[in-house]
C-alpha cells in the first residue's frame, strides 16, 4: 500500500526564513502526490500537486515542492516565511488519477517567529 | 459561488447514539469523499460516492455507512458510536471521481463522543 511520512511533526522558523517541510512516498509505480494546508478550525486546501509533468511544482501562496525519485521525496518549501503561513501541512499520495482515496501523512505543525 | 457545506458544525454524543453528518458539494460536482481527522493526525478516508455509487471504501467497522441522493449531497451515518469515534469529519467534493481532478474540502464536523 502506498504511504507517505511526514519528517518532523513541528518545524519553527522566523519570518523571512526558509520554509522547508519533508515528506517521503512508498510506491511501487510512480505516485500521484500532493501538499495541503489546513489552517486552524477550517478544512484542506491544495496547495500543489505533482504531475510527472516537470520535477519541480509551483503552488500557491508562493509554495513550490521537488519530486525527486532517486530519493523518494517530495519536499515542499517556500524562500520567505510569512506570518500567515503558520498552519498545518499535510503530504497526501493517491494511486492513480482516477483512484478513490488520498492517503496522508501525519502532518507538519508550522510555526512562524516575529 | 457556494463551497462546501457541511452541517452541523459541532455535536457532542453519547456512547452508543447514532449520529448522521450532511455535505452539500459545490454545484456541478458529482463526487463526495468522506474523512475522519482524529486529533493530532492526518485525515483517513472513508468513503467516496460518485454518481449515488461508492467508488471506495477505506478500512472502516460497518458502523459507517454513508450515501449520495440525486442531488449529489451526501450523508454520513455513524452507528453504536464509540469514544474513539470523536474526531473532525471532513467532506470534500470533486467533478470527478478521485482526487487529481480537485478536491473542495468543507470546513468539516466535529463529533464529540462523551
Known amino acids: 500500500a502506498q504511504s507517505v511520512t511526514q519528517l518532523g511533526s513541528h518545524v519553527s522558523v522566523s519570518e523571512g526564513a526558509l520554509v522547508l517541510l519533508r515528506c517521503n512516498y512508498s510506491?511501487?509505480?510512480?505516485?500521484?502526490l500532493f501538499w495541503y494546508v489546513q489552517y486552524p478550525n477550517q478544512g484542506l486546501q491544495l496547495l500543489l500537486k505533482?504531475?510527472?509533468?516537470?520535477?519541480l511544482v509551483k503552488g500557491i501562496n508562493g509554495f513550490e515542492a521537488e519530486f525527486k525519485k532517486s530519493e523518494t521525496s517530495f519536499h515542499l518549501t517556500k524562500p520567505s516565511a510569512h506570518m500567515s503561513d503558520a498552519a498545518e501541512y499535510f503530504c497526501?499520495?493517491?494511486?492513480?488519477?482516477?483512484?478513490?482515496?488520498?492517503?496522508f501523512g501525519e502532518g507538519t505543525q508550522l510555526t512562524v517567529n516575529p | 459561488d457556494a463551497g462546501v457545506t457541511q452541517s452541523p458544525t459541532h455535536l457532542i454524543k453519547t456512547r452508543g447514539q447514532h449520529v448522521t453528518l450532511r455535505c452539500s458539494p459545490i454545484?456541478?460536482?458529482?463526487?463526495v469523499s468522506w474523512y475522519q481527522q482524529v486529533l493530532g493526525q492526518g485525515p483517513q478516508f472513508i468513503f467516496q460516492?460518485?454518481?449515488?455509487?461508492?467508488?471506495g471504501r477505506g478500512n472502516f467497522p460497518d458502523r459507517f455507512s454513508a450515501r449520495q441522493f440525486p442531488n449529489y449531497s451526501s450523508e454520513l451515518n455513524v452507528n453504536a458510536l464509540l469514544l474513539g469515534d470523536s474526531a473532525l469529519y471532513l467532506c470534500?467534493?470533486?467533478?470527478?471521481?478521485?482526487?487529481?481532478?480537485?478536491?473542495?474540502f468543507g470546513s468539516g464536523t466535529r463529533l464529540t463522543v462523551v
Open positions: 470534500a467534493s470533486s467533478p470527478r471521481t478521485g482526487p487529481w481532478w480537485g478536491y473542495t
Open positions: 510506491s511501487s509505480v510512480p505516485p500521484y
Open positions: 505533482y504531475t510527472s509533468a516537470a520535477t
Open positions: 497526501a499520495v493517491s494511486p492513480e488519477p482516477s483512484g478513490s482515496r488520498l492517503t
Open positions: 454545484s456541478g460536482h458529482k463526487s
Open positions: 460516492y460518485y454518481e449515488k455509487e461508492e467508488r
